[in-house]
């Protein structure tokens, strides 16, 4: 029984942690995890908008050049953000 109860994980003694990964380090990691993909997300729908808007401001030239006509810019530059 002594054999079995000194049994460790190599990288949780070095670390001076116990074998537990899931705790409170557990939780921090995810949490920022969660955080950081939010951010992310946030991040993907604020350049969404903003190149929207940018199709608003062009002018007819600089819409001809990229094959999107008036029309199409304007339906695309209303459009909200989560869409």
């Given at each position: 029984m002594d054999?079995?109860?000194?049994i460790?994980?190599?990288?949780?003694?070095l670390l001076g942690q116990s074998a537990r990964p899931s705790g409170r380090r557990g939780f921090v990691g995810r949490f920022v995890q969660v955080v950081m993909s939010l951010a992310k997300w946030i991040?993907?729908?604020?350049?969404?908008?903003r190149s929207r808007l940018?199709?608003?401001e062009m002018t007819d030239?600089?819409?001809?050049?990229i094959g999107i006509s008036r029309c199409?810019?304007?339906?695309?530059?209303?459009?909200?953000?989560?869409?």
């Open positions: 054999t079995i109860a000194t460790r994980h190599p990288a949780t003694e991040d993907h729908l604020l350049e969404r908008r940018a199709l608003l030239d600089q819409l001809k050049d199409d810019a304007h339906r695309e530059g209303i459009r909200p953000f989560w869409e």
